[in-house]
Structures are given as C-alpha cells and as structure tokens.
C-alpha cells in the first residue's frame, strides 16, 4: 500500500502557472508507475500525464506543450509543472500510483491501472 499527499493546488488567472506535487510514503519501492488525474464537476475523471520508472512519459493531447510530469525519486515525490493554464484546466487534480504489477504504457492515462489514490488538489483558473 503507498499513501499519496498532494499540494500545490490553488486560484490563478488565465496564463498563469502551478506546480503540483505528490508525496508518496509507504511501499514505495512497488511503484511502477505513476500520473496525475484531474476531474471537474459533471465530468469523467481524466489522466493528464504519466510517468513511470524508466523516465517514459505520457500526455493526454490537451496538455502537452503546457504541462511536464516529473519524479524525484530521492524525495518519493511527482511533480506536475502547469504552465499557460486556462478555464478549461480548472478541476480537482489526483495523484495516482500502480503497485501491484506492470502494465504496457498504453495503459498509463487510464484511471483503471491505478490502484493507490490521494485524496487531490484544486486548480481553479479564471478568464
């Protein structure tokens, strides 16, 4: 079991940028991989990137160029840098980490592949 902490969450304009980090504690050592989800109000949850022990990473196409996932595995802790956000990026953001097995990288943006879960942050931006 790893327990996930996230932080960094909070209200900024259009344009503006965030950087939210996961603190990983527990069975650290079992993670294969991990991301970060975002769900808003009346939508389904989504992933947004992902990243796994080699350094491969994944994005959902409405992030990339403005968003970087990020491990470092000295602090047991993921980053998700948020750059040039705008209305549409609002939503409670998780962190999420697979343990029990690998899985091919395909999988890496599918809420299912996860089995550990924080409880998230909000990102909310303003026009």
């Known amino acids: 079991q790893v327990d996930l902490v996230e932080s960094g969450g909070g209200s900024v304009q259009a344009g503006g940028s965030l950087r939210l980090s996961c603190l990983a504690s527990g069975y650290t050592q079992n993670i294969y991989f991990m991301a970060w989800f975002r769900q808003a109000p009346g939508k389904e949850r989504q992933g947004v990137a992902a990243i796994d022990s080699d350094g491969l990473v994944k994005y959902t196409d409405s992030v990339k160029d403005r968003f970087t996932i990020s491990q470092d595995n000295a602090k047991n802790t993921l980053y998700l840098q948020m750059n040039n956000l705008n209305p549409e990026d609002t939503a409670m953001y998780y962190c999420?980490?697979?343990?029990?097995?690998?899985?091919?990288?395909?999988?890496?943006?599918?809420?299912?592949?996860?089995?550990?879960w924080g409880q998230g942050t909000q990102v909310t931006v303003s026009s």
């Open positions: 999420a980490a697979r343990t029990f097995s690998p899985l091919s990288s395909s999988w890496y943006l599918g809420a299912d592949s996860y089995n550990n």
